[in-house]
């Protein structure tokens, strides 16, 4: 079982473990998983390398990870991405640069009008503190109605705690596959989160209300066909040469094919296919498919 935070906590791989299933996914960044995630020395992660990529985007290290109930420790490796990192970090400075406009939006209108009042002055403050990035500035508010002084500065300890985290998640298992192996599983989830989307939306098979047991295994029988040749499709796509072309992609090309019905002086009808381009003529001669024309009666 592969899964996300949603789907991997505590709870759930103690269940896990009872029912001897493998499993593999990230745990939600609980405080005690980011103390531990931040105890750990940047140099004690190692450069990860796996099949396709084409340079060390990730870095790993493993560390028991105690859970709660009954105090079962399960495999954690802490995986460091170089590149969410630097994004983290831009987008957290981003948010304390708004944080800080906003209290000095308020300290510019300080002792006019409502901001005179020292109740309203520290409601405003508790309004541009709010949210996650909110808790990174210091505020004191003083003086009395009239007189009422602001100040907000920068909290840098925090700063370099959450700093600590950047790029950084835990990902339990319970199978002894490398670290290669494991990030490289964990990311080839999408894979199927987009076959599941692909169900959910893109299916020509609709849901109706059902309520006999035999139609409803009919519909879902009906809707797993359907995902399966949509799965083969793109599958066999891949292997014929196209690259990494999606079904969606291929039914995009498809979705235009002009039919146009003439008929001859003789008064003999005839069907002719109009707007076949050449990268579809080459994806049904790479699929083995015959070209539109084939299936018109003449």
Same mark, same amino acid.
């Given at each position: 079982?592969?899964?996300?935070?949603? %789907?991997?906590?505590?709870?759930?791989?103690? &269940?896990?473990?009872?029912?001897?299933?493998?499993?593999?996914?990230?745990?939600?960044m609980?405080?005690?998983? *980011?103390?531990?995630?931040?105890?750990?020395?940047?140099?004690?992660?190692?450069?990860? @390398?796996?099949?396709? =990529?084409?340079? =060390?985007?990730?870095?790993?290290? @493993?560390?028991?990870?105690?859970?709660?109930?009954?105090?079962r420790?399960?495999?954690?490796?802490?995986?460091?991405?170089l590149k969410?990192? *630097?994004?983290?970090?831009?987008?957290?400075?981003?948010?304390?640069k708004k944080?800080?406009?906003?209290?000095?939006?308020?300290? =510019?209108?300080?002792n006019?009008?409502?901001?005179?009042?020292?109740?309203?002055?520290?409601?405003?403050?508790?309004? =541009?503190?709010?949210?996650?990035?909110g808790?990174?500035?210091?505020?004191?508010?003083?003086?009395?109605?009239?007189c009422?002084?602001?100040r907000?500065?920068r909290?840098?300890?925090? &700063?370099?705690?959450?700093?600590?985290?950047?790029?950084?998640?835990?990902?339990?298992?319970?199978?002894?596959?490398s670290?290669?192996?494991?990030?490289?599983?964990?990311r080839?989830?999408?894979v199927?989160?987009?076959?599941?989307?692909?169900?959910?939306?893109?299916?020509?098979?609709?849901?109706?209300?059902?309520h006999?047991?035999?139609?409803?295994?009919? &519909?879902?029988?009906?809707?797993?066909?359907?995902?399966?040749?949509?799965?083969?499709?793109?599958?066999?796509?891949?292997?014929?040469?196209?690259?990494?072309? %999606?079904?969606?992609?291929?039914?995009?090309?498809?979705?235009?094919?002009?039919l146009i019905?003439?008929?001859?002086?003789?008064?003999?009808?005839?069907?002719?296919?109009?707007?076949?381009?050449?990268? *579809?003529?080459?994806?049904?001669?790479?699929?083995?498919?015959?070209?539109?024309?084939?299936?018109?009666?003449?």
């Amino acid at each position: 079982m592969v899964g996300d935070r949603s %789907t991997i906590t505590t709870d759930t791989v103690s &269940l896990l473990l009872d029912s001897s299933m493998d499993f593999l996914g990230a745990l939600k960044m609980t405080q005690p998983i *980011q103390d531990l995630v931040a105890s750990i020395d940047d140099i004690e992660f190692k450069a990860v @390398e796996y099949e396709g =990529a084409t340079e =060390a985007k990730y870095r790993s290290c @493993e560390r028991h990870v105690n859970l709660k109930k009954e105090g079962r420790v399960v495999r954690g490796v802490v995986v460091w991405s170089l590149k969410k990192a *630097q994004e983290d970090s831009k987008r957290r400075e981003v948010a304390l640069k708004k944080v800080l406009s906003d209290f000095e939006k308020v300290r =510019a209108k300080l002792n006019m009008g409502r901001l005179k009042r020292r109740d309203y002055v520290e409601k405003k403050v508790k309004e =541009a503190s709010e949210g996650k990035f909110g808790k990174l500035v210091k505020v004191e508010v003083g003086g009395l109605d009239g007189c009422v002084s602001l100040r907000f500065w920068r909290d840098e300890e925090a &700063l370099r705690r959450l700093g600590r985290l950047d790029g950084k998640h835990v990902l339990v298992t319970s199978v002894d596959w490398s670290a290669s192996k494991v990030i490289e599983t964990y990311r080839g989830r999408y894979v199927v989160e987009s076959w599941i989307s692909n169900m959910k939306s893109r299916l020509a098979v609709r849901s109706v209300f059902l309520h006999g047991d035999e139609r409803v295994l009919a &519909l879902v029988a009906m809707t797993v066909l359907s995902l399966l040749v949509y799965s083969v499709l793109e599958v066999l796509a891949r292997r014929s040469g196209l690259g990494k072309v %999606t079904s969606r992609m291929l039914f995009w090309e498809f979705q235009k094919i002009i039919l146009i019905k003439l008929v001859l002086g003789s008064g003999e009808p005839m069907n002719v296919v109009e707007d076949v381009t050449k990268f *579809q003529a080459e994806i049904l001669t790479r699929l083995g498919f015959p070209l539109p024309e084939a299936f018109i009666n003449v």
